[in-house]
């Protein structure tokens, strides 16, 4: 009789790790990346690759207790549902001060999932400009090698800033200028990249596959850039529409109020506005979204802009 309940005990252990192995690591269309406008109500719901104790936002830092990993800002439950993994759910109100959430625990990457709203695409000194970072997922399926940017904007005019790269799900170090270096170690990432410009640093890193899904974190001045990515095997994630989302976040009352005097054309039966190019300039430089735009050369800004009513 025991030996009929130990070989049922051990089968139901043995399903359970081959259910457990196709689990997925990364839900679909999972990009860490929420966009709203401020005073929208957003739910979110991602995974973790590891056990997390603490929560910060900015703001606020808190210590989970139980499944509870809620802030002033935000309601926010993890539930550790496998031996590797958790799941967090928040939900709330975008706001001003919700920028970006941080997930950090002892042995576990920091993952970190960002807020986009209007405010949020301001430049803040000292830190890493996350808006000029997407996408924090890349989904790889049909190439063999990646390589992602991380943007540093420091106090410094020309010195490089002193961050560090860990890699894998674990954390494990490999580089931190000026103190330890372990590339060699890792043969799978390919070439470490800094480019210092005036009070920036430019931060690339080309790898090639290891794991089904490989996290990448720059730390820097105590807060953390994870990047994800995964080779395939997962559902892979949306690829940012970086012009459709920014514009999505516009006030657009505010904006058609701007330019309104300044259109060169309108018509209501068209039900559109044709806004002068220099004003629009001058407008996204006020808010920074210039320099966005700028940044990713790819993109291209035709002699007027049209913006529907």
């Not at 590797?84 to 920091?110: D, Q």
């Not at 043969?187 to 800094?194: A, F, K, S, T, V």
């Amino acid at each position: 009789m025991m030996a009929t309940v130990y070989h049922l005990l051990f089968s139901l252990t043995l399903l359970h790790s081959f259910a457990s192995a196709e689990e997925p690591l990364m839900l679909p269309n999972d990009g860490r990346v929420v966009y709203g406008k401020l005073g929208s109500k957003f739910s979110y719901r991602t995974i973790l690759p590891g056990e997390y104790t603490r929560v910060d936002s900015g703001m606020h830092s808190i210590i989970v207790k139980g499944e509870d990993c809620s802030t002033p800002l935000f309601t926010c439950t993890l539930e550790k549902d496998m031996p590797y993994r958790s799941v967090a759910v928040l939900s709330g109100v975008m706001t001003y001060g919700l920028k970006r959430v941080t997930f950090l625990g002892n042995h576990s990457i920091p993952i970190m999932t960002v807020s986009m709203h209007f405010k949020a695409l301001s430049l803040c000194l000292d830190t890493f400009q996350w808006q000029y970072s997407l996408p924090l997922v890349t989904s790889a399926k049909d190439t063999d090698i990646v390589t992602f940017s991380v943007y540093i904007l420091h106090f410094s005019a020309v010195s490089l800033p002193n961050f560090t790269l860990s890699y894998s799900a674990s954390n494990d170090p490999v580089y931190k200028e000026k103190e330890y270096d372990y590339l060699k170690d890792y043969p799978h990432i390919l070439e470490l990249q800094r480019n210092v410009f005036l009070m920036h640093t430019i931060i690339r890193v080309t790898v090639e596959k290891k794991e089904e899904v490989d996290y990448y974190c720059i730390g820097y001045n105590g807060q953390y850039h994870t990047h994800a990515i995964v080779w395939g095997k997962h559902p892979p994630a949306p690829k940012p529409d970086v012009i459709s989302d920014i514009l999505s976040l516009l006030p657009m009352e505010e904006v058609i109020g701007h330019f309104f005097g300044s259109a060169t054309q309108s018509s209501f039966l068209g039900s559109f506005v044709l806004i002068d190019l220099d004003a629009l300039w001058s407008y996204l430089w006020g808010t920074h979204i210039f320099y966005l735009l700028s940044l990713n050369a790819r993109f291209q800004i035709k002699a007027l802009a049209i913006l529907k009513i």
